[in-house]
T-cell receptor, first 113, second 107 residues
């Protein structure tokens, strides 16, 4: 069974630029999550989708971050404009049942200069 | 938002040792807990799920103590390959992760 796919794996941008990340969850998983993991910290939930609807985006900095999952499968996360403190690994995860066992993709390592 | 606390370590143990990590949580209503393993520069991988008092899988045992609001992970007969960061997570309206505990197993 294919796991969660993410791209790109690495991205380096300058502050105030824009960046987008893509995620394809495990087939059949209706729930999709985007996390931010800063070095030395645990993953922090940014947004949770159930099919194509947002369940929880309370920790998403909505002035610069946006995410969508238009057809209930793939998802994109965008940052515009990026700040230095956005440097982190952005992890996508999916689960069959909300807030049950989650499976993570390899992540996108973002460096903002 | 409810918090999950872990001792960051590092825990340095020799091969063959038994080591235990604790994770305290604040949301007493939570029904599900998870232990993840994360290798350096890799994604977290699910190690164990804990839905009732505990779970066991080979050398790994997870225990849930609802009265004291903590879960523990016990690793018996440690291997070099067990060296990693272990994250605990509590399920509520979302998964809340601790910062992780680093384990280093040496020969």
């Amino acid at each position: 069974e294919a796991g969660v796919a993410q791209s790109p794996r690495y991205k380096i941008i300058e502050k105030r630029q824009s960046v987008a990340f893509w995620c394809n969850p495990i087939s059949g998983h209706a729930t999709l999550y985007w996390y931010q993991q800063i070095l030395g910290q645990g993953p922090k939930l940014l947004i949770q989708f159930q099919n194509n609807g947002v369940v929880d985006d309370s920790q998403l900095p909505k002035d610069r971050f946006s995410a969508e999952r238009l057809k209930g499968v793939d998802s994109t996360l965008k940052i515009q404009p990026a700040k230095l403190e956005d440097s982190a690994v952005y992890l996508c995860a999916s689960s069959l049942i909300p807030n049950n066992e989650q499976f993570f993709g390899p992540g996108t390592r973002l460096t903002v200069l | 938002r409810k918090e999950v606390e872990q001792d960051p370590g590092p825990f340095n143990v020799p091969e063959g040792a038994t080591v235990a990590f604790n994770c305290t949580y604040s949301n007493s209503a939570s029904q599900s807990f998870f232990w993840y393993r994360q290798d350096c520069r890799k994604e977290p991988k699910l190690l164990m799920s804990v839905y009732s008092s505990g779970n066991e899988d080979g050398r790994f045992t997870a225990q849930l103590n609802r009265a004291s609001q903590y879960i523990s992970l016990l690793i018996r007969d440690s291997k070099l390959s067990d060296s990693a960061t272990y994250l605990c997570a509590q399920a509520g309206t979302a998964l809340i992760f601790g910062k992780g505990t680093t384990l280093s197993v040496s020969s």
